[in-house]
């Protein structure tokens, strides 16, 4: 499958660390978008943002890839982290970067489109743009770790996370338990 991976300014960015890792453990194809503000976030989170050297990295300036066109073949699209200004933006329809265009794409070619917001609390501006979203047709993951599955690492509950984006890409994996499966890991 081809997938857009696109990382913007929330925190947050280990699950896009984690959920590159792991589609790069993949015979998958990942097209990377960064936006201007996912590196300085990272660089507060996790230092510098580590990405899989076989997915290309763009900048989130450019039309001149692919998944700006309905043309191209795409599977799906997970923003990750997604900040509520790219969330907002999508909602309302501006196309003026390559992840807000791209994601406008998926909307309207009826193509999975995943976003992971993190912020807390919402404000109503927030939470009507994702009704909207969800009404377009787009997925909403907010980035709520589950723990029923005990884990005991940073890196374990971030995965509880990321298991639940790769579900919904389609993406088989193994990353974290699910709940009553005697294989704990899947
Ligand atoms: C350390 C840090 C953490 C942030 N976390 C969030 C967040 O969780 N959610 C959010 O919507 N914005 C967050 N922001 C603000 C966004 O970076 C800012 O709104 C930015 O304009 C988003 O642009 P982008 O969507 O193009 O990446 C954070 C900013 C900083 C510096």
Known sequence: MKFVVAITGASGSP???RLLAALAETEHH????????????????????LLPD?????????MQVPFV???????????????????????HGYS????????????KEKRKLLLVPREMPWNLVHARNVVT??????QVL???????????T??????????????HLGVAHALSSRWKDQGAKE
């Open 96 to 107: 003026d970067s390559t992840i807000t265009r791209a994601a406008d794409v998926f909307l």
């Open 54 to 62: 076989r997915f290309p990295v763009h900048p989130d300036t450019t």
């Open 154 to 167: 940073v890196q374990e509950v971030v995965d509880t996370v990321v298991a639940r984006i790769l579900d």
């Open 30 to 49: 990942v097209d990377i978008v960064l936006s201007p503000h996912a590196a300085e976030v990272a660089a507060s989170e996790t230092g510098t943002l």
């Open 15 to 17: 699950y896009a660390q």
């Open 142 to 152: 907010p980035a709520s770790p589950s723990f029923y599955g005990q884990p005991s």
């Open 69 to 91: 066109s309905g043309s191209a073949k795409y599977d799906a699209m997970a923003i990750v982290p997604c900040s509520m200004g790219t969330l907002g933006r999508i909602a």
């Open 133 to 138: 979203l969800i009404e377009a047709g787009a």
